[in-house]
């Protein structure tokens, strides 16, 4: 990698981590917090609309966000890399075991209040950890 891809991928990466840290705020403390207000018939069926739409805009910048740091990893290996890249595979991990699950498992709660709760506790984990990458990146960019 030359002199100039470099900077140019990490304020690729800087501009991802910044986009999953407000995509994450957004929902963290509008979206999830908003489904407490809806019946909970209602809310299943608006529900898969927003699961399906919202995965179309997570997913990318997640995969981007996980090829970047690997790539970093080999390429300007340091500590805040290595901090970084595990935070990002913790947010992955909280995501497929913990916050996934809740999504699929709409049917298990009795109202809407306790599925809102639920995501807003899960999103709070993923919220501190995209936080905690997008500072790792600034950390490398100033440092």
């Known amino acids: 990698m030359n002199h100039i891809e470099l900077p140019l991928l990490i304020a690729v990466e800087a501009c991802i981590d910044f986009g999953l ?3 994450i705020l957004i ?3 509008i979206i999830y917090p908003s489904f407490r207000h809806y019946d909970l018939t209602v809310l299943k069926n608006i529900h898969s609309s927003y699961a399906r739409t919202i995965t179309m805009i997570v997913m990318p910048l997640m995969l981007s966000q996980i090829c970047i740091k690997s790539w970093m ?3 300007a290996f340091g500590w805040l890399e290595c901090i970084g890249f595990v935070l990002v595979l913790f947010t992955w991990v909280i995501t497929f075991l913990a916050a996934v699950p ?3 498992g ?3 709660f009795s109202s809407s209040l306790e599925f809102s709760q639920k995501l807003v506790k899960v999103n709070g984990y993923r919220t ?3 936080c905690g990458v997008f500072i790792m990146t600034v950390l ?3 440092g």
């Open 21 to 23: 840290v407000i995509l």
């Open 27 to 29: 929902v963290q403390m």
């Open 73 to 75: 990893i080999f390429t």
């Open 102 to 104: 809740i999504h699929q």
């Open 106 to 108: 709409l049917d298990r």
């Open 128 to 130: 501190i950890l995209w």
């Open 140 to 142: 490398r960019i100033i």
